[in-house]
């Protein structure tokens, strides 16, 4: 095990660190529950507030709203910008059936690491950089928002405005599999292809319409037909519906598509290939719907080189990083798509996202906090 003061000092408090998690994990909140995000926001605030922050809850009245802190450094040098969120997609509810508990050297529970324990790595590390006085080269800003899980709707903007201040971001979601960070991320696309069509009666007059589930089977075959899978350009039209009865010629079909893509000049041709579609049908209109939610989190020279600044740093804790890209997105997509150096995935090692078996791997909280601890002291 390794010997250094800041992994020594939050190894000290993972019992508390554990406890203040279990709290967090039953105080249930998902995405569209405000009366339950705005309770954790209140605490979460409170939280920073006793960290030595100047904390505000940012009102969101479409949704749950959000917890800025702000805490001090130097001010002739741009902030740090680290972000976490606190909705997890479990109903109101869950932890009936998977309450929070201990086992074989992991905790267990709804939200524990998508990503309740992100939370609690933030004030671990917050608390250490505090004990010094804030000797951050820099000043700190802790985001967490509200609805990261359903695409981030009301937070893109702010998250956005307060990066472009800022001279790096810190996301702190899951990482890697092997705990890598993740210094790239396909930007994700949702469109909705309708087609109107018009109604005939099949056996006696099959001529006089024009099927839209047909135009449609045309239009998939043109949208699968743009997949680069070597150029990590992928398309899945997922679902199909239309038609009412087997004897009508269907009036309207519907196709809901996933895109995906690692450079934003692709996901730029992707949306414009799907918004030129044209009919292959005479007598068929196609409406398409929908835009990239999360734009590409390109790996740029400033990401690789913010990389290699903070492996150096790992391996003084004697934490040896790795770094990989992802196909799914997060709110790191929106600060690196502006041109700020992003680094995602330094959140707790576990497994589980999304599922029964969610889980952290309890050691990994006080080093994972010790780490970001380390960063704001040196980054």
Known sequence: ??????????????????????????????????????????????????????????????????????????????????????????????????????????????????????????????????????????????????????????????????????????????????????????????????????????????????????????QIMKIHALNDVKAGTTLNVGVVHGGTVSNVVAARAVAQVDVRATMLDSAARIDQALRSLKPAISGTRIKVKGRFSRPPMERTPAIAGLFDRARLIGRGLGIELTEGSTGGGSDGNFTAAIGIPTLDGLGVKGGGAHADDEHIQIDSLPERAALLAALLLNL
Not at 82 to 102: K, N, Q
Not at 144 to 163: F, K, Q, V, Y
Not at 188 to 214: D, M, Q, Y
Request: charged share 20%; aromatic share 4%.
């Open 1 to 218: 095990m390794h010997d250094h003061p800041i992994l020594n000092h939050l190894r000290s408090r993972r019992p508390a660190m554990i406890a203040e998690l279990k709290r967090l994990v039953e105080h249930e909140s998902p995405s569209h529950d405000k009366p339950a995000l705005d309770a954790l926001a209140e605490l979460l605030a409170g939280r920073l507030s006793e960290l030595g922050g100047a904390a505000q809850v940012v009102a969101n009245p479409g949704g749950g709203n959000h917890v800025l802190g702000r805490f001090p450094g130097p001010e002739e040098n741009r902030p740090a910008l680290i972000l976490t969120h606190f909705d997890t997609v479990w109903p109101a509810g869950t932890l009936a059936r998977m309450p929070a508990r201990e086992q074989a050297g992991r905790l267990f529970g709804p939200g524990v690491y998508d990503m309740k324990a992100s939370l609690v790595m933030l004030f671990g590390a917050l608390e250490y950089c505090g004990r010094l006085g804030f000797k951050s080269p820099r000043p700190v800003t802790a985001l967490a928002t509200s609805d990261e899980e359903i695409g981030s709707p009301s937070s893109r903007s702010l998250i956005e405005a307060l990066a472009r201040d800022c001279a790096y971001v810190l996301v702190l979601e899951p990482p890697l599999a092997d705990g890598g960070l993740k210094t790239a991320r396909k930007g994700v696309g949702r469109f909705t292809i309708e087609i109107e069509g018009k109604a005939a009666h099949s056996g006696v007059a099959p001529g006089s319409g024009a099927s839209a589930i047909l135009e449609l089977a045309h």
